[in-house]
Nanobody
């Protein structure tokens, strides 16, 4: 699976962005998908995840109520709608795909087999 993230940019605090992650291959629906982010000098951190069918979603506490993850299995794409953005949301955002994700470890980097190249989100104050 190859992943291509897009949609990042520069936005003022309180603004919105929608990230997209397009996946290659015909087995997209077999993968749980997630978004992680990494700010300079910090570890990569979990943002959100969605199960294969899209029926269940998970969020980090820091983005709950502001971000929404969704997927379109017909289009092989996962999205992250980000509203009410804050300067602390500034980071490089990565999408990731995992074939056999353990639910209790859904936020762990090692659960994911494939990673996109990242798209930069910068929120100005």
């Amino acid at each position: 699976v190859q992943l291509q993230a897009s949609g990042g940019g520069l936005v003022q605090a309180g603004g919105s962005l929608r990230l997209s992650c397009a996946a290659s291959g015909r087995t997209f629906s077999s993968y749980g998908m997630a978004w992680f982010r990494q700010a300079p000098g910090k570890e990569r951190e979990f943002v959100s995840a969605i199960r294969r069918s899209g029926g269940s979603t998970y969020y980090a506490d820091s983005v709950k109520g502001r971000f929404t993850i969704s997927r379109d299995n017909a289009e092989n794409t996962v999205y992250l709608q980000m509203n009410s953005l804050k300067p602390e949301d500034t980071a490089l955002y990565y999408c990731a795909a995992g074939r056999s994700i353990i639910l209790s470890a859904i936020s762990r980097v090692e659960q994911y087999d494939y990673w996109g190249q990242g798209t930069q989100v910068t929120v100005s104050s």
